[in-house]
């Protein structure tokens, strides 16, 4: 089965906890050396326990995973040195120092000290926490924190590194920082990243390619523009002051218009790369003397995209309230 | 970057690698880093390791000190009206009838040695609880992680458990010592004889708790559950009061206890006293518990990590 390309290599990988709740559904993909690769998908879709089987947190049902070219089941020591993972919640002690941490990680992987101190300076000031690698970890923010457990989790110089979540909680500008670091990683050091999310942004910010996982299973997997693109494309809106006349016809003849509603003087354009359409719009409607009243282009975002597979089904029903409310029960206890 | 810095940079890499998996070879990898960071958590906080010695503490203070069974039948405080009995007679009767009960004169010595026993269920029971606070504050996902194997992750846990009991006992003895325990018979040997006694039940209790805490999915209740068996366990042994003056179907109780074979042995090498058993028996009890709690601890404990 061997694929040169691929870092991670999932066939029907499959968890079911206590014989009953099937968190993870027989899913099957690959990631490709140098990717960031991004799991989207709302509460309780099976996004941790996918990580967590891959990082051999747990064996899976069924199902397996090559990792690193090293069989999950099989050599769970070897993926385990060959992997970093930067966990949903914050593991570390928040009565030691950054320093002490990071060094007991390093510690954790048979890091010999003479490798381990230079490399934990090197990274706490990757994530620009040099300053306060004396200082104990419950003093750190929330942002400090998670940007801490990234360094921690880079200690063995992994190839690849499994981020669960890894903004999560956080507000808007420590989020953004977060993702140059992220993004940092990739370039600087070739490393592959693979990351969960419910944050749409994150994905289009970071992602080189995106699967949407609910109640266990990939609904649907691409770039994030391919999944934009499945949408239909971008909308332009355009008016113009003369209502009584109607130029769809002339609008459908531009090259890339897919299609055209009109009401009145308002055009609602469907169409693939809107930025560059709309100038010949534009030029059209000055060189038939019209003139425009406003004009407005959308993009799809991922909210569209997550809501097309997503969204509307299941979700909506009401005997779905139980279902949730065990799930949210379940997710309270297994984070115990 | 740029290829060459790059390839500088693998090279590095490699080396620094072998070091690294050089490390991983070692079976006993992650043991000691393990219980390392437990025994620093714990020595890190002087405030709570005062706390969980000033229970034994001020009950050796008060207990053993009020109880003052020795005064009681002293010439002093004790004599029948009319009947001039002499003090030293009244004395001499005190001794004997404290000799049968307690093996020795003094009641704080004999309560000095089962309060060190005490420390160590006590002191196993919290380090086991601990890994409870481990899985909720997602520590154990981050080890569990790590290229160590599942079993070095229990035994450091256990070991640390281990090194904390004996360290507490071993403060609790120089209190007590400095309280006015019978020091005549304390010499290198006999403490190694009593240390070994209670580092075989807290061997076996550390891991019958690790285990414990491991599989307990309500940490409330199972701490509850602890507390509640902890003491009656701690009375329904020789620890606080001599066999002999239990009721018989205590005394049952207190014959299978394991708390019971640690304090006899304990009190047979610290205070000369002679044993509900022969020393060896002790420590034949104590070892064959230690091995079963130990080996059941194991293996649930591990089938649990791996579920
Ligand atoms: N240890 C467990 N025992 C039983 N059920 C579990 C366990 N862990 C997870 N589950 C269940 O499996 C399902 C998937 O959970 P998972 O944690 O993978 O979701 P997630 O996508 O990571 O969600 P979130 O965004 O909340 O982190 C949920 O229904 C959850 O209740
Ligand atoms: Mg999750």
Not at chain 1, 72 to 78: D, G, L, R, V
Not at chain 1, 149 to 161: Q, S, T, V
Not at chain 2, 262 to 290: E, H, K
Request: hydrophobic share 45%; aromatic share 10%; with cysteine.
């Amino acid at each position: 089965m061997a694929n040169k390309n691929a870092i991670i290599e999932v066939k029907n990988l499959t968890k079911v906890f206590d014989n009953k709740v099937k968190a993870v559904d027989d899913i099957s993909f690959n990631i490709n050396y140098g990717e960031i690769f991004g799991f989207l998908g709302p509460n309780g879709a099976g996004k941790s326990t996918t990580i967590n089987m891959l990082t051999t947190l747990f064996p899976p049902t069924s199902g397996t995973a090559m990792v690193c070219g090293y069989n999950i089941s099989k050599e769970p020591m070897e993926v385990r040195k060959s992997i970093g993972t930067v966990p949903q919640d914050y593991t570390s002690d928040s009565d030691m120092t950054g320093q002490e941490y990071i060094i007991f990680c390093a510690d954790l992987y048979g890091i010999p000290r003479n490798i381990a101190v230079p490399r934990a300076a090197e990274l706490l000031k990757l994530v620009s926490l040099q300053d306060v690698a004396k200082n104990k970890i419950d003093s750190y923010s929330g942002g400090m924190r998670r940007r801490f457990e990234l360094a921690c989790g880079l200690i063995n110089r992994p190839k690849l590194l499994f981020l669960d979540e890894p903004t999560l909680g956080l507000d808007v500008q420590t989020r953004t920082a977060v993702w140059s670091y992220i993004t940092k990683l990739k370039k600087e050091y070739s490393m592959t990243i693979f990351l969960t999310t419910h944050y749409l942004e994150e994905v289009d910010a970071l992602c080189d390619r995106v699967a949407i996982i609910d109640h266990g299973k990939i609904v649907k997997m691409g770039t994030p523009k391919e999944l934009k693109a499945g949408l239909g494309g971008d909308i332009i809106e355009i008016g113009i002051k003369e209502t009584s006349i109607n130029i769809s016809d002339r609008i459908l003849k531009i090259k890339n218009v897919k299609d055209v509603k009109r009401s009145g003087g308002e055009y609602r354009i469907k169409a693939k790369n809107g930025e560059e359409l709309a100038p010949k719009i534009i030029d059209l409607i000055l060189k038939n003397k019209y003139h425009i009243t406003k004009i407005f282009l959308t993009k799809p975002t991922m909210d569209e995209v997550y809501l097309e597979y997503t969204g509307k089904s299941i979700r909506n029903e009401q005997s779905d309230k139980d279902a949730q409310f065990r799930q949210l029960h379940t997710i309270r206890t297994a984070r115990m | 970057m740029p290829d060459k810095i790059k390839t500088n940079y693998n090279k590095a890499l490699e080396a620094e690698r072998a070091a690294e998996y050089e490390a991983l070879n070692n079976p006993l990898h992650g043991i000691w880093t393990i219980a390392n960071r437990e025994l620093k958590k714990w020595y890190r906080v002087p405030l709570l390791l005062i706390m969980t010695l000033i229970q034994p503490i001020i009950w050796l203070g008060l207990f053993g000190k009020a109880a003052n069974f020795g005064s009681l039948f002293s010439g002093a405080s004790f004599n029948i009206p009319g009947v001039n009995i002499p003090a030293s007679v009244l004395n001499n009767l005190g001794n004997t009838l404290l000799t049968n009960t307690f093996g020795t004169t003094s009641y704080f010595s004999f309560l000095s040695v089962g309060m060190l026993v005490f420390v160590i269920v006590f002191a196993a029971m919290f380090s086991g609880m601990s890994i409870v606070w481990d899985r909720r504050l997602g520590y154990l996902n981050k080890i569990l992680s790590a290229p160590i194997p599942r079993g070095s992750i229990v035994v450091g846990k256990v070991l640390s458990g281990v090194v904390r009991s004996l360290a507490q006992a071993a403060i609790v003895l120089i209190v007590a010592v400095v309280l006015g325990m019978d020091t005549s018979y304390i010499n290198p040997v006999s403490l190694l004889v009593a240390f070994a006694a209670m580092f075989l039940l807290a061997l076996s209790l550390s891991s019958l708790f690790t285990m414990l805490a491991l599989r307990s999915k309500d940490w409330q209740t199972q701490m509850t559950i602890m507390n509640l068996l902890n003491l009656p366990l701690i009375f329904a042994s020789n620890a606080l009061f001599p066999t002999k003056i239990m009721p018989s179907w205590m005394q049952t109780i207190v014959a299978i206890n394991p708390i019971s074979y640690a304090v006899d042995a304990g009190r047979q090498a610290l205070l000369g006293i002679a044993g509900a058993n022969p020393l060896w028996f002790d420590f034949l009890y104590l070892t064959v518990f230690s091995i079963i709690m130990v080996a059941v601890g194991m293996i649930l404990s591990l089938r649990y990590l791996s579920k």
